[in-house]
């Protein structure tokens, strides 16, 4: 069956005034839409059209050449935007407990130095991509990808990731990347995050 937008579980309007429901809109409605109808039609016709896209981005070398670099930027583009939208929820933030906040204080020393560590790699993103809280298999750690690229590319496990693609902020914040990423964290849903990091073996 063909991948399709998964539908919000909250109001666009839901994350103001952190994120605003323009962004939400074109970015829900528009950009995730176009990355589904394009690795849709890659896929088309395949044995891959069926599978996880997370399963599609874990073996992005078995993919067929001629569609290999499509099923990248798209594929990528629907599996990280579905990812995005639970990550964040209205009323959330604050900051991560239990054995998710245990981690992130013995990897990086206390959760603002993670903050700082994830933002700083989310600046520092030339141009357009994502960064990420991953578990890398052996604990957690803090990378950025180009594009639409996706850690479970690379064998990681994504955990938590900020969209730093100028269409997630640029209507509200224009050309305030860190603007953004300050206030993004005002709508993370760490029970989202820490469910992932038990997945991953915590
Ligand atoms: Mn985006």
Request: a negative charge; proline letters at 5%; zero cysteines.
């Amino acid at each position: 069956m063909a991948y399709s937008v998964p539908p919000l579980t909250y109001d666009y309007s839901a994350l103001e005034p952190h994120i605003d429901e323009a962004t939400m809109r074109v970015h829900h409605d528009k950009h995730h839409q176009a990355y589904v109808d394009k690795v849709n039609a890659a896929l088309e016709g395949t044995d891959w059209a069926d599978k996880p896209i997370e399963e599609v981005l874990a073996n992005l070398g078995q993919i067929p050449d001629d569609k290999r670099t499509a099923v990248r930027n798209n594929g990528g583009g629907h599996g990280n935007h579905t990812l995005f939208w639970e990550w964040m929820a209205p009323g959330a933030g604050g900051e991560p407990d239990g054995d998710l906040r245990a981690a992130i204080d013995s990897t990086f020393g206390s959760f603002d130095d993670f903050k700082d560590k994830f933002k700083t790699a989310g600046v520092n993103q030339f141009g357009s991509g994502w960064s990420w809280l991953v578990h890398d298999g052996s604990g957690l750690a803090v990378v950025s990808t180009a594009n639409q690229d996706n850690p479970v590319s690379d064998g990681k496990a994504p955990l938590l990731g900020v969209d730093v693609w100028e269409h997630a902020y640029y209507l509200k914040y224009q050309n305030k990347r860190p603007d953004y990423i300050d206030a993004w964290w005002n709508v993370v849903n760490w029970a989202k995050v820490a469910e992932g990091f038990a997945a991953a073996g915590g």
